[in-house]
């Protein structure tokens, strides 16, 4: 099993910029959960999905980011446009089936806005 | 909402020695909880969880943890680190019967020392 796959691992870009952030979670996994961490808030849920559709964007820090699951293997995170403040490493991370279950993570991508 | 609160944010200690990583948490309902531990660069990983039973829980690499309820704590500790230990640890916490949110503390960095 390949884990969860995350791409790009890391991005560099320019303030105003679009970004978009891909996760592949594992096969036959049905939640999706996507964090974003930083120094100095930690580890935040953004959003999560179960079955593809999303549960909880209440963690979204507000209307420029977006996140969706068009099927059961693909999911993006989107920022449009971009900000410095929204550099930080974001995880996509996966799970099956009920409360008290693993969450499998992927390696990250660390995005930079200059 | 559940919280979490981990007491020390840095935690340094020698080689072989002991070590306790604090984990406090806020509930007014019962709530089940983990140990994640991250190494450089990567993403999380479980070390170990409480759903219910024994309150010692034990996880990989030599950890165990106590659940407390009384003290509302889920204390982590190994009687002996290695330097490949060091890494940072986070306590998390979701509710029975809730969803599969899991909020996490700030973490606890472990810095092995030989």
């Known amino acids: 099993d390949a884990g969860v796959i995350q791409s790009p691992r890391h991005e560099v870009t320019e303030m105003g910029q679009e970004v978009t952030l891909r996760c592949k979670p594992i096969?036959?996994?049905?939640?999706l959960f996507w964090y974003r961490q930083t120094m100095m808030r930690g580890l935040e849920l953004l959003i999560y999905?179960?079955?593809?559709?999303?549960?909880?964007d209440s963690g979204m820090p507000e209307d420029r980011f977006s996140a969706k699951m068009p099927n059961a293997s693909f999911s993006t995170l989107k920022i449009q446009p971009s900000e410095p403040r929204d550099s930080a490493v974001y995880f996509c991370?996966?799970?099956?089936?009920?409360?008290?279950?693993?969450?499998?993570f992927g390696p990250g991508t660390r995005l930079t806005v200059l | 909402a559940q919280s979490v609160t981990q007491l020390d944010s840095q935690v340094p200690v020698f080689e072989e020695a002991p070590v306790e990583l604090r984990c406090n948490y806020s509930s007014s309902v019962s709530v089940y909880l983990f140990w994640y531990v991250q190494y450089p660069n990567q993403g999380l990983q479980l070390l170990l969880k409480y759903l219910s039973g024994s309150t010692l829980v034990k996880g990989i690499n030599g950890f165990e943890a106590e659940f407390n309820k009384s003290q509302t704590s889920f204390h982590l500790r190994k009687p002996s680190v290695h330097i490949s230990d060091t890494a940072e640890y986070f306590c998390?916490?979701?509710?029975?019967?809730?969803?599969?949110?899991?909020?996490f503390g700030k973490g606890t960095k472990l810095t092995v020392n030989p």
């Open positions: 096969s036959g996994h049905d939640y």
């Open positions: 991370a996966s799970s099956l089936g009920r409360i008290g279950n693993e969450q499998f």
């Open positions: 999905f179960n079955n593809n559709v999303p549960i909880d």
């Open positions: 998390a916490v979701t509710r029975t019967g809730g969803s599969e949110k899991l909020v």
